[in-house]
């Protein structure tokens, strides 16, 4: 488990990260979102152990990261600017995580490569910067570290290869309980793969929650009423964040179990109404509203 608590880092007189608190739980995938700029590179780098917090402490299956060579070694840190060597192919950055990581997986490494298309022995420079993310998905996934910590990791991947990416992920999760840490400026790349999102705004954790417990309680309700009253007999019985009226369909964000809510529009005998699933966006959207911000002016 990874525990962050009060960290702040500062960079000259720019706060990068500010009082922030986090828990990620082993074997699950943590989605970090944030606009650049809001903190999660400097997040990540003080995880696993380049950078020192200022204040606070971070703890990672609990014991302090910086300067502990055996707690790192349980770390792999993929960059959102990576770096290889000068003039190295994928062959020489194995050699050398080899030497950093006991367990890195050699064979695996190369079946990898051969998968996705890669030449162990042609020079990193002359790749695209999509086939560098993918040398860098597959070093770290064969490094075998219990953490994964990935920054922008998808940004530059095509959609096949993005959901190659995530398969590999799911394989080592299932099998080896590893834990990404995903950092991404794109709700959408993260929906699919993620059991807990963290927002990160101006340095600090604004919002944290688990996937499947926020979409199991937040719904979006759409139905046409018999009576002008019927609305704000709802309201009253149930916890809306949000209505939306068009004509007379209603569309509401509200927050309860499906069943309570289905029920308590059911005792109206509406003309008509629907229960639909929300995406992760729009439930982040609700949730930030509720809190005062506006996520389209954090996020998008």
Request: glycine share 8%.
């Amino acid at each position: 488990m990874i525990e962050a608590k009060g960290i702040s880092k500062s960079f000259g007189g720019i706060k990068a990260v500010d009082n922030l608190t986090a828990t990620i739980q082993e074997g699950t995938v943590f989605g970090l979102i944030g606009t650049n700029g809001a903190g999660k590179s400097t997040f990540l780098r003080m995880v696993c152990g380049i950078l020192k917090a200022d204040e606070g402490s971070i703890l990672v299956d609990g014991k302090p990261v910086y300067e502990a060579p055996e707690v790192k070694s349980q770390i792999f840190y993929i960059s959102d600017e990576q770096y290889f060597f000068a003039n190295a192919n994928p062959l020489d950055m194995k050699h050398y995580y080899q030497s950093i990581y006991p367990g890195f997986d050699g064979m695996r490494f190369l079946e990898l490569l051969e998968k996705f298309g890669l030449s162990g022995s042609r020079k990193i420079n002359t790749f695209s910067k999509g086939m560098k993310k993918q040398l860098s998905v597959i070093l770290g996934i064969c490094a075998n570290t219990k953490y994964l910590l990935c920054d922008e990791t998808f940004d530059g991947l095509d959609p096949v290869m993005r959901q190659a990416v995530k398969s590999l992920f799911i394989k080592d999760i299932e099998e080896r309980g590893l834990t990404p840490v995903v950092a991404s400026h794109n709700l959408r790349e993260l929906e699919d793969i993620c059991d807990h999102v963290g927002l990160l705004h101006r340095g600090g954790i604004l919002l944290s929650r688990d996937l499947d417990d926020m979409k199991l309680n937040i719904h979006k309700l759409q139905c046409v009423f018999k009576q002008p009253g019927d609305l704000e007999y709802v309201k009253q019985l149930l916890e809306v964040m949000k209505v939306e009226q068009r004509g007379s369909l209603i569309t509401i964000t509200v927050k309860g179990s499906a069943e309570h809510i289905e029920k308590t529009v059911a005792d109206r005998e509406p003309l008509f109404y629907e229960l639909l699933p929300l995406s992760l966006e729009e439930i982040f959207i609700s949730e930030t509203e509720v809190a005062g911000y506006d996520i389209k002016n954090i996020i998008f």
